[in-house]
């Protein structure tokens, strides 16, 4: 098939569909945005885009943060600021800047599949990138194979919700976790016009008492909140469950917001809250009620040099790379997809499988079932 091009939100790329989801791949970077979801009578769009994405930027804007938006596979993941064995790779990496092939665009018993590739040059090799949808579900099924490269790669996704502007109007759930840990350092100060209130490198074991640089600590779960400050943490998966989970619950909206992992693929989850804290360009303090939910293996944003390392991670016993081999690709697997709730419905607590999918289960004890392929994790 040839490349059907279109332009949404100022990008090129490419739209597929399912009766359920219907999405939009950039050609630069591979973000995915804008996804619409129908649940029931309602379609919902819950990905971010930037406030700058049809705004003329400098010439040294990056080419990640020109199009930011929705998810982008990150490899290696981070900022990349120090070049690690003469690599020097951009921010979030080639995968997340460059522009993908377009490879083909296929409709066959009710799945829908896109598949674009990257030749890599910094670090040769290739990526595929496959997205899937399925009739029935609410989902994007998520597949990113590496082939041709050696050594280490931090590696991650990079889903950006746009959360109601009310305070708290979503709560933020995940599986069980063996450790939780703020950003160590290099992260926003007020002499760089960013600001942050959490204790630099300070452990937790729950979200909902993180401690704060002042004393005292911060509930995380409940979003939006902390107007005017940017915050980042990374939580180590419990490596020993059959799958691991992300979910945002918007009781007032009446949906949920939910991932799905191998945490023995994506170790960690790093989550970040941009909430007006940035006041350089492009940010200039107007991102705003904005959740990173990051299945990651990587060392918070600092990058492979950092990843590859013994770091914060690593000396709690959790992998922040993983090793590649040219003659065994690396699958990476993910699942983003949503769900209608009733009234009463407050925040997930568990998610178990049942037949032809999962059940979400609420700290109230109301359920909801979503249509899922979890084998597709594995």
Known sequence: MKSPIKLQAGQPGWSFKSNRVQGFLTRTGGHLAPVVFKLGRKSVQPFSITPWAKE?????????????????????????????????????????????????????GGTTTLHTSLKTRVRRGRV???????????????????????????????????????????????????????????????????????????????????????????????????????????????????????????????????????PRVLRETVLWFSNGGRHYPPWNGRHL??????????????GLAESAKPNLLTRAGAPTAVQLRPDRPLRVAHIMAMAAIPRGFDAVKSMVPAKGGVTLIARSGRKVFAPLDLDFVQ
């Open 289 to 302: 009620n904005v959740v990173g939910v990051e299945d990651v293996t990587a060392y918070f944003h600092l």
């Open 128 to 262: 595929d990138k496959r997205l899937i949808l399925r009739d029935g579900h609410a989902a994007v099924y998520s597949e990113h194979v590496l082939s041709g490269m050696t050594g280490p790669m931090s590696i991650g996704t990079h889903p950006m919700l746009l959360f109601p502007d009310r305070p708290g109007s979503g709560t933020l759930t995940m599986s069980a976790f063996k450790k939780g840990f703020v950003v160590p350092g290099a992260w926003e100060t007020p002499a760089a016009k960013g600001y942050s209130l959490l204790k630099l490198g300070a452990p937790f074991s729950s979200l909902e008492r993180v401690p704060a640089a002042a004393g005292g600590t911060v509930d995380l779960t409940r979003y939006p909140a902390r107007r005017g400050f940017e915050e980042l943490v990374e939580v180590i998966s419990d490596a020993r469950l059959p799958f691991a989970w992300n979910a945002v619950t918007f009781p007032g909206e009446g949906r949920v917001f939910f991932t799905v992992k191998n």
């Open 56 to 108: 003329s930027l400098p010439a040294a804007t990056p080419t990640m943060l020109r199009v930011a938006r929705g998810d982008f596979f990150c490899a290696p993941f981070g900022g990349n600021a120090a070049p690690y064995r003469g690599e020097q790779h951009p921010a979030h990496g080639e995968s997340a800047n460059r522009d993908w092939t377009f490879e083909s665009l296929v409709r066959a």
